[in-house]
């Protein structure tokens, strides 16, 4: 493809685009939000090896509409309440486009300074626009913030990070690297048992109460502290969650400050990567506990590409001390070695993630914020919390559904609940329930249990969502749930 053959195709790939997100906008019911594919619908459809000789470009993206398209989950409809809300916004998409027209590994200051320059500034624009405390900016030379693919890979880092203060505070456990152990809770994200299996090392799962509204407390931490140091464990990082998976929980991270008062050892690596967003609306900061982040966490993630208008993918992590990221992460071979590096005046990425090379993503996150401004970023998130106060007020006015946990912001969790069941015909009954609703092309939910009730997640944050779409998908809930009860 020639430069004069690039300007066409391009103009016909935006105009595309453009046309895909105007009919989510004004027609959706005419494109199912779940895909109409069975497994291996590809396979027969496409050639088992790559064509000899280049194609036109007019064929391959007429197969894109054809073959692909079909098999897409659509998870920027408007009826999409699945997972959770991923994130897309033309002006990142279009800080995307200019970021893949300059491929640069980023892994050094001096592979583009300006890559690493405009991470630098925009992570502090976006610890200003979540109210981050002034110690996780990068101008403050000493904590800072750096992009990272995915909240795991956040968590991940954090806890490599976590351990190499241990060892640093306790040489003599090296020997024992078994005895650490990672702090979760049951409702953490499956991300600390994965960093356990990754690193090696022991997961401890604290229990949470309904009573608690699934919060941890920091009697439970204190206890289970207590009970692992005196049998020798050495738990160094609690990852504490503000909006679960689940249930959209905040650990109580008040309480969980006064117990670790006695272990200061233990680093807090907080993971906040749907909720934290909302940090923008100063009336979530109660909820969401923004002084107690502000004061305990040693981390802290949130997702852009979630909640937050930024395309996948755009995970923002912050340190309070950005030494203890590169003395876990640094590796300088020589042939890395520069001297803006050597001297210290420079950030070089590549110490502060798991990988050497990095996409210039900072771009997008730029121009998203530019866009949108802090009162739009707001206007988007209101929209969304507005919308699940809508949906939960329909569910609490039915005899038939009930909400298992408070509504938290955009989430929703509910289940059928009629008069005079036990727990196991209950929870038989919502499985029933969610079998057919997950049959349906034309709504997306996730199931999940909380401490062992079976219940359906309602999940908003969808840029195309309006009212007239959750009264809708409140009638397909009400619908299946009057058939599964009449059956
Ligand atoms: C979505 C989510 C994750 C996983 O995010 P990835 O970026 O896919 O790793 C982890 N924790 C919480 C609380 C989440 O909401």
Redesign the pocket.
């Known amino acids: 493809m020639d430069v004069e053959a690039f300007r066409q195709a391009g103009k016909q790939a935006i105009d595309d685009i453009a046309d895909y997100y105007a009919k989510l906008g004004i027609d959706s019911g005419s494109i199912p939000v779940n895909s109409v594919v069975e497994p291996g619908y590809l396979t027969p459809l496409i050639p088992d090896a790559p064509p000899q000789e280049g194609e036109d470009f007019a064929t391959i993206s007429a197969d894109y509409h054809r073959l692909i398209m079909p098999g897409l989950t659509h998870w920027q409809h408007p009826a999409f309440f699945a997972?959770?809300p991923t994130a897309s916004s033309f002006e990142a998409i279009l800080g995307d486009l200019y970021s893949l027209a300059i491929p640069t590994p980023g892994f050094n200051w001096s592979c583009s300074p300006a890559a690493t320059e405009l991470e630098a500034i925009v992570m502090d624009w976006a610890a200003k626009l979540l109210f981050l405390d002034a110690a996780f900016y990068n101008s403050s030379g000493v904590g800072g913030g750096s992009l990272q693919?995915?909240?795991?890979?956040?968590?991940l880092i954090a806890i490599v990070a976590a351990r190499e203060r241990y060892m640093a505070l306790h040489p003599e456990a090296t020997p024992e690297l078994t005895n650490l152990v990672i702090y979760v809770t049951t409702q953490?994200?499956s991300?600390g048992l994965k960093a356990g299996k990754v690193l090696g090392l022991q997961v401890r799962a604290l229990e949470v109460r309904a009573e608690d509204n699934y919060a941890l407390k920091g009697e439970t931490l204190e206890q289970a502290l207590n009970e692992d140091k005196s049998a020798g464990r050495r738990p160094f990082v609690l990852i504490a969650?503000v909006?679960?998976?689940s249930s959209g929980a905040v650990d109580d991270l008040t309480e969980v400050e006064a117990a670790l008062r006695q272990h200061p050892e233990v680093w807090v690596h907080v993971?906040?990567?749907?909720?934290g967003i909302a940090l923008c609306c100063p009336e979530t900061h109660e909820t969401l506990r923004l002084t107690g982040i502000n004061s305990v966490a040693d981390s802290i993630c949130t997702?852009f590409?979630?909640w937050g208008l930024v395309n996948f993918?755009c995970?923002t992590l912050w340190v309070r001390d950005r030494r203890l990221l590169t003395a876990a992460l640094d590796i300088t071979p020589p042939f890395l070695r520069t001297t803006h590096g050597d001297a210290g005046t420079v950030i070089d990425y590549r110490n502060w993630h798991l990988a050497l090379g990095r996409r210039f993503r900072s771009l997008k996150l730029w121009f998203v914020m530019r866009g949108f401004g802090v009162e739009g970023f707001r206007k988007h998130i209101r929209q969304a919390i507005q919308l699940n106060e809508l949906f939960s007020t329909l569910v609490k006015n039915t005899d038939i559904l009930e909400l298992v946990a408070p509504p938290s912001l955009a989430l929703s969790v509910f289940r059928l609940a009629p008069l005079d069941l036990t727990k196991d015909a209950l929870n038989t009954l919502n499985s029933a329930f969610y079998q057919r609703l997950s049959t349906r092309k034309d709504i997306a939910l996730t199931q999940t249990t909380l401490n062992g009730a079976y219940c359906i997640r309602f999940a908003i944050g969808a840029a195309r969502t309006t009212e007239s779409h959750i009264r809708d998908a409140f009638s397909i809930v009400l619908e299946e749930a009057r058939t599964v009860l009449d059956a």
């Open positions: 997972y959770f693919t995915t909240a795991s890979d956040s968590a953490t994200h991300l969650t909006g679960t998976t993971d906040a990567a749907w909720a997702n590409h979630k993918d995970s």
